[in-house]
């Protein structure tokens, strides 16, 4: 069970291998997720968790913090809080 701090936060760094991190709002956090399970053709990461509806993407998104996409390559994602002063 996630923070519930971390509901509140709107911000997240997105790592890669080889890239350099980026920090997003959540919603371009959700789209970066869902562009890799349609890359790598995930619709469920068990029987139990199927990803149809944005909720699915919001939730796992603040649930986990990493995904092995192929085998070596893990993309990993932190949920940050951006102070505007």
Avoid at 28 to 34: F, G, M, T
Wanted: hydrophobic content about 40%.
């Amino acid at each position: 069970m996630s923070n519930p701090l971390i509901r509140s936060v709107e911000h997240f760094v997105l790592l890669e291998p080889e890239k350099e991190e980026k920090i997003v709002s959540k919603e371009d956090a959700i789209k970066w997720l869902k562009s890799w399970f349609q890359k790598v053709n995930l619709t469920t990461i068990n029987q139990n968790e199927r990803f149809e509806k944005e909720e699915d993407f919001s939730n796992f998104l603040e649930d986990a913090c990493e995904l092995e996409v192929k085998p070596g390559y893990v993309i990993k994602w932190f949920a940050v809080r951006i102070d505007p002063n």
